[in-house]
């Protein structure tokens, strides 16, 4: 019983950062309608953004958002209005092609300019616990969930509550409505990539004291975001947040009742079946 | 016709211009001839991956073999040394040993470094007859197929287990153990090693979990190995994964006797240099610079200050191999056959300790090498197994988080 609560703690804990890294990806395609391939590489500059300013500057990881965030947002704003504008009325495969292109791009830059060494964040709280009920809880981990869902509380408040936000869902919903409404889509567009990107980033920032950092760890982050998507229902943000919940809880669970070498069998296995029974996803009729 | 037979003359004086030049030219040689001779200049192959993801690794080798072809000049072996890049890839590695067999004309040949290149050449150096030395490629399969002329310098994969099993069992008495490793064919391999051995050793394996590398989350598996309450855990795994590894079990609390860890990521300076959680590590290795081995220390200095980076057991093995196969082809003229025969018969001793090649429990030519566990005491490797070569007590068990 103990294993059980034990493992499904550190899901939940590691399903958070999932969680981030899926909403980020979930914005952009619900406003644009864009694919965003590169997005593991965007949480990969978050990561070296992390380091460099933890080993130059001193700064603590998780303190390190506040430069992290609007640097990765003006990062994604830019992406925005250089390249993605450019294939918004494209052929998917076109847009496909470009994140992909960019994506081989970054990291490659990434890898010229710091090799492709692995690099260590090492906190005094890298390996510490707290303990809870009896359950072992990694710090960093624990940190990262708080701030984690500070964040998608703002962002929620922020699409709900705030003018802004309403005309970025409004683009969601309907472009071509949202525009003859007087809202300025490309605005939103940059917005929302932007956004989107900044949360990639943070998350970045977040698993860095506890993972480690090289050029094409974004890869595997890639697919990992897009499966969380296409679990919660591509666009919904509250999808996006359970999917990533439920990916961290099932690797978690397989690890230690079937195997660590299959864990990832479960997770696809799993999504299998979301996309026979409900093609949608799970939160896929509403969006956002 | 005539422009015809103009040029044919022309063409016919050249050639006995370039005759009398060639003629000179072998008097020379040959009035130079005694002083080569008394150089001794031997021609010898080396395969390494230069390029291609192998190539840090390679590097090192190849930085090893540069320091043992000055250490051959001065002792008066002019080494003429033909490199070859396999770039990791076998096939690659094979049309460089038949290069250097049937074109160059070496008298043995040194590499390649991955053990799926060096298993490819074995082949060829036995078809060829070659004399080959591998220095560092650790599939145990390389000498296990009689190859009368294939060499191998360091301890097979499963002498990583072994040597860590051997050294624990002495310092305590561990009655079950763990298994974690990465499920790909170096973690799997050196695993069933570690397994079988213990099984002969008279330890309860308890847990086997196979990982797929460069999650970051293992916190699970421990969990459930912690449950089990292993007195010894084995991990294999690479680079950045064992420091993972460690701090998700410092994490959820796992305390067995000791740790062992085989290869690749156990043994790194940046490992070490995570002290929180590498201390008391014990991992196994087949060379450090701090162990008693006639020029260990030495070799570690220079390679420091030549190549501004640590020495490791791949340099060393090198350096080693060349050193053996410079002096052996050097006083054998050559000969491809004596080189291999003196190969067979002789002793060595220098940086890898005693080099002897043997027959024994099926390997052909394999050096007993004796492979050294190290401990990691606060940030640095000392060598604590076996006791000849031991420099520090071990800390055993372990003393806790």
């Given at each position: 019983?103990?294993?059980?609560?034990?493992?499904?703690?550190?899901?939940?804990?590691?399903?958070?950062?999932?969680?981030?890294?899926?909403?980020?990806?979930?914005?952009?395609?619900?406003?644009m309608?864009?694919?965003?391939?590169?997005?593991?590489e965007?949480?990969?500059?978050?990561?070296?953004?992390?380091?460099?300013?933890?080993?130059?500057?001193?700064?603590?990881?998780?303190?390190?958002?506040?430069?992290?965030?609007?640097?990765?947002?003006?990062?994604?704003?830019?992406?925005q209005?250089?390249?993605?504008?450019?294939?918004l009325?494209a052929l998917?495969?076109?847009?496909?092609?470009?994140?992909?292109?960019?994506?081989?791009?970054?990291?490659?830059?990434?890898?010229?300019?710091?090799?492709?060494?692995?690099?260590?964040?090492?906190?005094?709280y890298?390996?510490?616990?707290?303990n809870?009920?009896?359950?072992?809880?990694?710090?960093?981990?624990?940190?990262s969930l708080?701030?984690?869902?500070v964040?998608?509380?703002?962002?929620?408040?922020?699409?709900?509550?705030?003018?802004?936000?309403?005309?970025?869902?409004?683009?969601?919903q309907?472009?071509?409505?949202?525009?003859?409404?007087?809202?300025?889509?490309?605005?939103?567009?940059?917005?929302?990539?932007?956004?989107?990107?900044?949360?990639?980033g943070?998350?970045?920032?977040?698993?860095?004291?506890?993972y480690?950092?090289?050029?094409?760890?974004?890869?595997?982050?890639?697919?990992?975001?897009?499966?969380?998507?296409?679990?919660?229902?591509?666009?919904?943000?509250?999808?996006?947040?359970?999917?990533?919940?439920?990916?961290?809880?099932?690797?978690?669970?397989?690890?230690?009742?079937?195997s660590?070498?299959?864990?990832?069998?479960?997770?696809y296995?799993?999504?299998?079946?979301?996309?026979?029974?409900k093609?949608?996803?799970?939160?896929?009729?509403?969006?956002? | 016709?005539r422009?015809?037979?103009?040029?044919?003359?022309?063409?016919?004086?050249?050639a006995?211009?370039?005759?009398?030049?060639?003629?000179?030219?072998?008097?020379?040689?040959?009035?130079?001839?005694?002083?080569?001779?008394?150089?001794?200049?031997?021609?010898?192959?080396?395969?390494?991956?230069?390029?291609g993801?192998?190539?840090?690794?390679?590097?090192?080798?190849?930085?090893?073999?540069?320091?043992?072809?000055?250490d051959?000049?001065?002792?008066?072996?002019?080494?003429?040394?033909?490199?070859?890049?396999?770039?990791?890839?076998?096939?690659?590695?094979?049309?460089?040993?038949?290069?250097?067999?049937?074109r160059?004309?070496?008298?043995?040949?040194?590499?390649?470094?991955?053990?799926?290149s060096?298993?490819?050449?074995a082949?060829?150096?036995?078809?060829?007859?070659?004399?080959?030395?591998?220095?560092?490629?650790?599939?145990?399969?390389?000498?296990?197929?009689a190859?009368?002329?294939?060499?191998?310098?360091?301890?097979?994969?499963?002498?990583?287990?072994?040597?860590?099993?051997?050294?624990?069992t002495?310092?305590?008495?561990?009655?079950?153990?763990?298994?974690?490793?990465?499920?790909?064919?170096f973690?799997?391999?050196?695993?069933?090693?570690?397994?079988?051995?213990?099984?002969?050793?008279?330890?309860?394996?308890?847990a086997d979990?196979?990982?797929?590398?460069?999650?970051?989350?293992?916190?699970?598996?421990?969990?459930?190995v912690?449950?089990?309450?292993?007195?010894?855990?084995?991990?294999?795994?690479?680079?950045?994964?064992?420091?993972?590894?460690?701090?998700?079990?410092?994490e959820?609390?796992?305390?067995?006797?000791?740790?062992?860890?085989g290869?690749?990521?156990?043994?790194?300076a940046?490992?070490?240099?995570?002290?929180d959680?590498?201390?008391?590590v014990?991992?196994?290795?087949?060379?450090?610079?701090d162990?008693?081995?006639p020029?260990?220390?030495?070799?570690?200095?220079?390679?420091r200050?030549?190549?501004?980076k640590?020495?490791?057991?791949?340099?060393?093995?090198?350096?080693?191999?060349?050193?053996?196969?410079?002096?052996?082809?050097?006083?054998?003229?050559?000969?491809?056959?004596?080189?291999?025969?003196?190969?067979a018969?002789?002793k060595?001793?220098?940086?890898?300790?005693?080099?002897?090649?043997?027959?024994?429990?099926?390997?052909?030519?394999?050096?007993?090498?004796?492979?050294?566990?190290?401990q990691?005491?606060?940030?640095?490797?000392?060598?604590?197994?076996?006791?000849?070569?031991?420099?520090?007590?071990?800390?055993?068990?372990?003393p806790?988080?």
């Amino acid at each position: 019983m103990r294993v059980l609560l034990q493992s499904a703690a550190s899901g939940i804990l590691i399903g958070g950062v999932y969680a981030l890294v899926g909403i980020g990806l979930t914005i952009i395609y619900g406003v644009m309608r864009v694919i965003n391939f590169a997005h593991g590489e965007l949480l990969m500059i978050g990561m070296y953004l992390t380091w460099i300013i933890f080993t130059w500057l001193g700064v603590d990881p998780f303190v390190s958002i506040v430069f992290v965030i609007p640097l990765t947002f003006l990062f994604g704003a830019f992406l925005q209005t250089t390249l993605i504008n450019r294939v918004l009325n494209a052929l998917p495969q076109n847009q496909i092609l470009l994140t992909i292109g960019l994506g081989l791009i970054v990291s490659n830059v990434v890898m010229l300019i710091f090799t492709s060494d692995y690099k260590i964040i090492t906190t005094g709280y890298s390996s510490s616990t707290l303990n809870f009920a009896g359950l072992r809880l990694s710090t960093p981990l624990a940190i990262s969930l708080a701030i984690t869902t500070v964040i998608t509380t703002i962002l929620y408040l922020f699409l709900l509550k705030t003018d802004t936000g309403q005309a970025i869902r409004a683009t969601a919903q309907d472009r071509d409505a949202a525009q003859l409404m007087g809202i300025n889509v490309k605005r939103m567009s940059v917005l929302a990539f932007g956004i989107g990107t900044a949360l990639a980033g943070t998350a970045g920032s977040l698993i860095s004291p506890t993972y480690y950092i090289f050029p094409q760890v974004g890869g595997a982050f890639t697919l990992k975001a897009f499966v969380i998507v296409v679990l919660g229902g591509m666009g919904s943000v509250v999808g996006a947040t359970l999917g990533g919940i439920i990916i961290g809880v099932t690797e978690s669970l397989a690890a230690v009742y079937i195997s660590s070498g299959m864990k990832e069998v479960f997770v696809y296995v799993l999504f299998l079946l979301v996309l026979l029974f409900k093609p949608s996803g799970l939160l896929g009729s509403s969006r956002m | 016709m005539r422009p015809d037979a103009k040029k044919a003359r022309r063409i016919s004086s050249r050639a006995k211009k370039a005759t009398f030049f060639n003629i000179v030219g072998l008097l020379t040689l040959g009035l130079l001839f005694p002083a080569a001779s008394l150089a001794q200049t031997v021609k010898i192959g080396v395969i390494n991956s230069v390029t291609g993801p192998e190539a840090p690794i390679g590097e090192n080798l190849g930085n090893g073999i540069k320091l043992a072809e000055e250490d051959l000049a001065k002792e008066g072996i002019k080494a003429n040394l033909v490199w070859e890049d396999d770039t990791g890839k076998p096939q690659i590695a094979m049309s460089a040993m038949e290069k250097l067999a049937t074109r160059d004309g070496v008298a043995g040949v040194v590499g390649p470094y991955t053990s799926a290149s060096a298993n490819a050449v074995a082949k060829l150096a036995q078809r060829y007859h070659v004399p080959l030395l591998v220095p560092a490629a650790a599939k145990e399969e390389i000498t296990r197929q009689a190859y009368q002329w294939v060499y191998r310098l360091n301890a097979p994969a499963n002498i990583y287990a072994q040597v860590l099993l051997d050294a624990v069992t002495e310092f305590g008495k561990p009655k079950t153990i763990a298994f974690i490793y990465e499920n790909t064919d170096f973690g799997t391999s050196t695993a069933d090693a570690g397994k079988k051995y213990a099984e002969k050793k008279g330890i309860k394996i308890v847990a086997d979990e196979s990982y797929s590398k460069g999650s970051p989350d293992y916190r699970s598996t421990l969990t459930k190995v912690k449950s089990f309450n292993p007195d010894l855990v084995f991990m294999v795994s690479y680079v950045v994964d064992a420091v993972l590894l460690m701090r998700q079990a410092k994490e959820v609390g796992l305390r067995p006797q000791a740790f062992l860890g085989g290869g690749a990521g156990f043994t790194t300076a940046q490992f070490a240099s995570e002290k929180d959680i590498s201390n008391s590590v014990l991992t196994s290795t087949q060379w450090s610079d701090d162990v008693k081995w006639p020029g260990a220390a030495e070799f570690g200095q220079r390679y420091r200050a030549k190549f501004g980076k640590e020495a490791t057991y791949h340099a060393a093995c090198a350096y080693a191999a060349m050193m053996i196969m410079g002096e052996t082809a050097a006083k054998q003229g050559g000969d491809r056959k004596k080189v291999r025969e003196a190969l067979a018969s002789g002793k060595w001793n220098g940086i890898m300790g005693e080099v002897k090649f043997e027959n024994y429990d099926g390997y052909t030519n394999q050096n007993k090498h004796p492979m050294l566990v190290l401990q990691i005491q606060r940030g640095n490797y000392i060598a604590v197994y076996p006791p000849q070569f031991a420099t520090a007590k071990p800390v055993f068990p372990f003393p806790g988080w």
